[in-house]
């Protein structure tokens, strides 16, 4: 019997992803590194609007003209088609991003979640966000007219001590 494919049932219910483990978090990455995904790496403790921009455009390697505001951010995520399955955007600390901004916040993880199915659909290929927080109450409104879920392992509150 063939093993089941992380990312369909990952993006069944979305592409955005909230993790409160740190170890069931690495887990995921690890298998979705083998399924042939790039990831990228994001540490969202200290991040205001600014420095959340200038570090996606850089990280992701966004052209110069990138404008480093939520528009261009959205124009260049648009712009990327990986060469392998897709590529992942892990977001640890979101949630003390979220507390500072939670505006700019929702809007990153909503443009992510619309380019999602947009590379899907046009492409074959696949985008996500993990969303990392050591807060397990967090709550992330509706993205792309999706609800951000818990991961699979943590969907239950008592998973997550709570």
């Keep these: 019997m063939e093993r089941e494919v992380l990312w369909k049932s990952l993006m069944m219910n979305g592409s955005i992803i909230i993790f409160w483990r740190q170890s069931i978090l690495e887990k995921y990455v690890e298998n979705i590194r083998e ?17 959340c921009l200038s570090e996606l455009g850089n990280t992701l390697e966004f052209p110069n003209y990138y404008g480093k505001n939520l528009d261009a951010f959205n124009d260049c995520l648009s712009d990327i088609v990986p060469s392998n399955e897709g590529f992942v955007l892990v977001f640890k600390n979101f949630d003390k991003f979220n507390e500072r901004d939670k505006d700019t916040a929702f809007h990153v993880l909503d443009i992510i979640q619309n380019n999602s199915w947009r590379l899907l659909v046009e492409n074959q290929k696949k985008l996500m966000a993990f969303v990392h927080s050591d807060d397990p109450r967090l709550e992330i409104q509706p993205v792309g007219a999706l609800p951000v879920l818990w991961n699979n392992e943590e969907w239950l509150n008592k998973s997550r001590g709570i």
């Design 35 to 51: 399924e042939g995904f790039d990831v990228y790496l994001f540490d969202c403790e200290s991040w205001d609007k600014n420095t």
